[in-house]
């Protein structure tokens, strides 16, 4: 018989909580809790046997881009010949990481300014050419500017909305709003509602609108996903989000981000209070880091004080100089009271040893919510959400501190060894009485430049969807990627926890809720229907 969780049981919950005979009980912790993920309308699954080793969505998501920050979001006229040779000079930036913002060269800064801090053409502008060459070149504009133009609204509300959101001006070194320490990461973008966009919607196809002026307006399927992705980034009232598993990881795991924090104790003297000192502050610096793991990072280097007591009355004094500048924070008072044990061997060799102090920044860098998702709680909402109700969700492909949301595509497990009596490992869940090491070939929705036509066909996924995980060579000499882990079983089968064995692996997972056409955007819904016409 199979071990089920229905919708009454789910009424039940107080705080996230499973019920005491739930069969999905507490070897997670509650933000791991896979219930969280549990569709309203279905019955959840917990009995390994019984749920399905592959699965996909029965609408699949499509890919688009994610229209960054740093391009101006919707502003960006990605179909322009200037745009592409931007591109092209950005490949051959010095500046790659921020891709170009921060180069000198006088001639890409010039291109830069020029494709994202254009002046939008006047209506009069448009009405002086002739019909085919006002709509080639429409066709040549942003997502942004063609939205307003087929509003008729020619003081472009949406353009300068997605400027003053993107602050894109701050990085254009011609405009008044330039700032020199200005720079905006590339991963700034909106897949947060692209993500629900590509679940919640079919994918568009290219369609050519006529204007309230009479304008012919071509929109590429890539503009009306952006317009999608806009409605819910910019309307409250959609309920994006309505389910939400495991803690958002806000630190680069990386080994070079551990190498670089390792640097900065290399300097240090026992002792030495103003280098100790110096060496906090550039710690602190640390884009890659969360406040918390700073602070315990932070405590390590306390033990360079000569004595214990030293280092407690210094180390206070930074942890209410953070208090003062970030309010009232529990995470943070956490964080202080559990690490003044780092120094405990203040001043001395055992409290000073490098390889030692090494070992545990990697453990505070790596942090609980830098481990999860759960690997058993994985495992139960990919085979419940898309194997058995045949419905799609979100993720963040990546376990640091950017965020990439996707859309989960389809999935195909397989059992790789399993374990029993003392194989069994020794921090399993209570109740473990078989583990199974499972691998599991992932797909997830990618971002793609944009483009005139649909991306997807609800059957071709290999060059539009992805695998997420650790690299592997198959039997047939092939690279793939797979996600591999262990569950652990109760007595009666059901999937109690889990252990990651990939590196690689989601941070967190999200459900959407529902998406609807509000009358501020009737318009986009009018494209959006003339768009799925073809």
């Known amino acids: 018989m199979r071990a089920i969780l229905s919708l009454s049981v789910l009424a039940t919950l107080t705080a996230c909580n499973p019920p005491k005979d739930s069969k999905v009980n507490e070897q997670w912790n509650e933000r791991n809790n896979p219930v969280l993920m549990m569709a309203y309308d279905n019955e959840f699954v917990t009995q390994f046997d019984a749920l399905p080793l592959s699965g996909r969505p029965e609408k699949m998501p499509w890919s688009d881009h994610y229209w960054p920050t740093y391009h101006g979001g919707l502003t960006y006229r990605w179909n322009s010949a200037k745009t592409k040779l931007l591109d092209q000079k950005v490949q051959a930036s010095s500046d790659r990481v921020f891709a170009g913002q921060l180069d000198n060269n006088p001639e890409l800064q010039k291109l830069r300014s020029e494709v994202m801090g254009y002046t939008p053409y006047t209506k009069e502008q448009l009405a002086a050419l002739s019909e085919r060459e ?6 040549t504009l942003s997502p942004a500017e063609k939205y307003d133009i087929y509003r008729g609204d020619f003081k472009y509300s949406t353009v300068n909305e997605e400027r003053k959101r993107t602050n894109i001006f701050s990085t254009l070194r011609d405009k008044p709003e330039y700032k020199a320490d200005a720079k905006i990461p590339t991963w700034f973008g909106i897949c947060h509602s692209w993500a629900p966009a590509t679940i919640l919607f079919n994918e568009p196809g290219p369609v050519n609108l006529k204007s309230k002026d009479g304008f012919q307006v071509p929109m590429a399927a890539s503009d009306v996903k952006a317009l999608l992705s806009h409605m819910l980034d910019k309307d409250p009232s959609q309920a994006r989000v309505d389910r939400f598993l495991a803690e958002r990881c806000n630190n680069d795991i990386s080994e070079a981000t551990i190498d670089t924090l390792m640097e900065l104790f290399v300097p240090l003297q026992i002792g030495n209070k103003e280098l100790i000192s110096k060496q906090v502050n550039l710690l602190f610096d640390s884009e890659k880091l969360d406040t918390q793991t700073m602070l315990v990072a932070a405590s390590f280097m306390y033990a360079f004080y000569s004595d214990q007591a030293t280092a407690a009355a210094e180390y206070q004094k930074l942890f209410e100089n953070l208090r003062r500048n970030t309010g009232r924070n529990s995470a943070l008072s956490l964080a202080y009271l559990e690490s003044q044990k780092n120094f405990a061997d203040a001043g001395t060799p055992v409290g000073t040893n490098l390889e030692t102090i090494r070992s545990n920044i990697v453990k505070a860098v790596e942090k609980p ?27 963040d492909a990546t376990r640091d501190y950017e965020v990439w949301n996707q859309a989960a595509a389809s999935y195909e497990s397989s059992v790789v060894k399993e374990f029993k009596g003392d194989e069994i490992s ?17 797909r997830y929705t990618t971002e793609e430049n944009p483009a005139r036509d649909p991306f997807g066909d609800d059957v071709s996924l290999q060059r539009y969807h992805v695998q997420l995980g650790d690299n592997y060579i198959g039997s047939d ?10 569950i652990e079983l109760d007595r009666a089968g059901n999937i109690i926890g889990g252990t990651w064995l990939s590196k690689v692996r989601p941070d967190f997972l999200w459900g959407t809720g529902n998406a609807f056409f509000s009358k501020e955007f009737g318009e986009i819904e009018d494209i959006y229907y003339q768009s799925l016409q073809r």
């Open 134 to 139: 006002r709509t080639r070149l429409i066709d």
């Open 369 to 395: 919510a830098c481990n999860d998702t759960n690997a058993g709680a994985f495992h139960l909402v990919i085979a419940n959400v898309m194997g058995i109700q045949k419905q799609s969700f979100g993720i």
């Open 426 to 442: 020794s921090d399993a869940a209570p109740g473990t009485v078989r583990e199974l090491q499972i691998r599991t070939r992932f």
């Open 477 to 486: 000499g092939r690279r793939f990627k797979a996600l591999d882990y262990k």
